[in-house]
Each structure stands twice: as structure tokens, then as C-alpha cells.
């Protein structure tokens, strides 16, 4: 039990720490968004990779796939991976994650009802409630976030709640994941030739990218994984709920944001609506 416990608190401040390292590393001009974006998918490819090739998940077979079934999953990492880093260009740290968060999950939601999964009453109210949340957030105002900002981290978001529905009950999910990264590499290519005129690194910047791709993001969710063996999908959904506060408890000690009243109490009511989701669907599968 311990060790689940520990792997999981490991896990979900590795989720937060790619938005603390994001942020900290474009803020500063300590390297360019795309810059960041390619790095971090590549490094985030070497360390699944070699975590492949030295644990067990090396003897499992993953089913080719082809065609759109082969690259919509790369695609939609690639998507979350850049929309997520140029996002953070006018996006604070915890501001940025909630936004992320919130469409993730609701994101996943609108694919289950189109799905043709019913909602339960306490699931309407949840839905709701965030989006109330998201509302009073994106209101005009002196502490209100960039409309633009805000527009790319929903689409991060929802690029990764296809990623994630498109990936739900693979059999290797580390071995998948490893190539799904990989598969990101032809794009990742694609935009640093895209964006040459611009890129900028530093040597603080690229530790900045590598940490978020090989630690972050390839270690943690390595980890994850591996915890999720003993956790309940309600639960695992429900300890996710942390991932924005811890984000924005770093960008105030890390990037020296200011914790706004309106995040907080946006924040209070979007993670309230979708814990409302989370055990509505719950009841409703007992």
C-alpha cells in the first residue's frame, strides 16, 4: 500500500512539474516554444524507450496498427505537446493546468456521450458546475487569462483526452506510449523546420525541456502506470483532481506567480464539478 501511495504522490507532482517546467523555461526567453516542444518529445522517446528495453514490457507484443489508427495517437500527443508548450507563452502555471485539466475531462466525458454512454443526474450538475468555473475564469477582468493562451491549452487538452480515450485498454500501455512517442519525432521535425527563423535555446532552457520530456513526462508515466495496477479508476481519476493545485502551488513558489482569488475560487469550482462527474459515474456503474 505504501508503495502505491509513493508512486502515485510521485507521479501526479511529475504531471504538475511539466507545467512548472514549461512555464519556467518560456517565461524567462530561455528557449523558444517549438524548441521546447521537439526536445521534450525527443527526450521523452529516449527514456520510454529505454525503459522498454529494460523491464518486462519488452516481452509483451503490441499489435501493429495501421494507417489513422497507427498515427492518431501520435498526433494528438504531438498536438497536446505543442499546443501545451505555446499556450504557456501567456499562461500562468496553475491558471494553465486548470484549463488543461478541465478539458481533458471533459473532453473524455463528451466522447463517452457521443458514445452513447448515459449520465446520471449528479454528472449533469457536475458538467455544469465546471463549467460555471470556466466561466467566471475567463471573464473579462484585470486577472482574467489570454483568450489565445487559453484557446491553445483547450485544444491541449482535448487532443489529450482523444489520446487517452483512443488508448483506453491497450495491453502494454508503457510499450504503446514508447511508440506513440517515437511516432511524434516526424512532426516534432516538421515544426523546428517550421519555426527555424525563431528557435532559441539556451543551455537552461534545453535542461528545462529535457527534464520535462525524459523525467516528467517518460518517467512519470512510467510510474503512473505502474500504480495505476492498484488503484480503481474512480480514484485514479479523483487523485488527478490534485494535478492543478499542485501546479499552481509551484508557479508561486518556483515562477513567483500570484495566487489570484479568482483562480482559486474558479479553481474550487471546476475541480468540484468534476469530482461531482467522478462520483456520479462511479454510482452509476455500482
Request: charged residues 10%.
Amino acid at each position: 500500500m505504501f508503495k502505491t501511495i509513493f508512486m502515485t504522490s510521485i507521479a501526479l507532482i511529475a504531471f504538475a512539474g511539466n507545467s512548472i517546467l514549461c512555464r519556467l523555461a518560456l517565461q524567462g526567453g530561455e528557449i523558444d516554444a517549438a524548441s521546447f516542444t521537439a526536445i521534450r518529445l525527443f527526450s521523452g522517446s529516449v527514456m520510454l524507450v529505454l525503459l522498454v528495453a529494460f523491464t518486462k514490457s519488452q516481452k509483451h507484443e503490441v499489435k501493429e496498427k495501421s494507417g489513422l489508427k497507427q498515427w492518431l495517437p501520435p498526433l494528438m500527443l504531438f498536438t497536446y505537446a505543442t499546443s501545451f508548450s505555446y499556450a504557456y507563452l501567456s499562461l500562468e502555471t496553475g491558471i494553465g493546468a486548470l484549463i488543461l485539466f478541465a478539458f481533458v475531462q471533459l473532453g473524455m466525458l463528451g466522447l463517452s456521450i457521443y458514445y452513447g454512454e448515459r449520465l446520471a443526474k449528479t454528472e449533469w450538475i457536475g458538467i455544469a458546475f465546471a463549467f460555471s468555473g470556466l466561466t467566471y475564469l475567463l471573464l473579462p477582468g484585470a486577472s482574467s487569462p489570454s483568450i489565445f493562451g487559453t484557446t491553445l491549452m483547450a485544444i491541449s487538452g482535448l487532443a489529450w483526452a482523444v489520446y487517452t480515450y483512443v488508448g483506453k485498454g491497450v495491453q502494454n500501455p508503457l510499450r504503446q506510449t514508447s511508440f506513440n512517442f517515437v511516432y511524434t519525432l516526424p512532426f516534432a521535425i516538421g515544426l523546428a523546420v517550421a519555426a527555424f527563423g525563431t528557435l532559441s535555446v539556451t543551455s537552461q532552457g534545453a535542461i528545462y525541456a529535457i527534464l520535462s520530456g525524459a523525467v516528467t513526462s517518460g518517467l512519470g508515466y512510467a510510474i503512473w502506470y505502474a500504480a495505476l495496477r492498484d488503484l480503481s479508476s474512480s480514484v485514479a481519476a479523483s487523485l488527478q483532481l490534485l494535478v492543478p493545485i499542485l501546479a499552481a502551488m509551484g508557479g508561486v513558489l518556483f515562477a513567483e506567480e500570484v495566487l489570484t482569488l479568482r483562480l482559486v475560487v474558479a479553481g474550487l469550482m471546476i475541480l468540484g464539478g468534476i469530482g461531482l462527474v467522478i462520483f456520479g459515474r462511479n454510482n452509476s456503474k455500482r
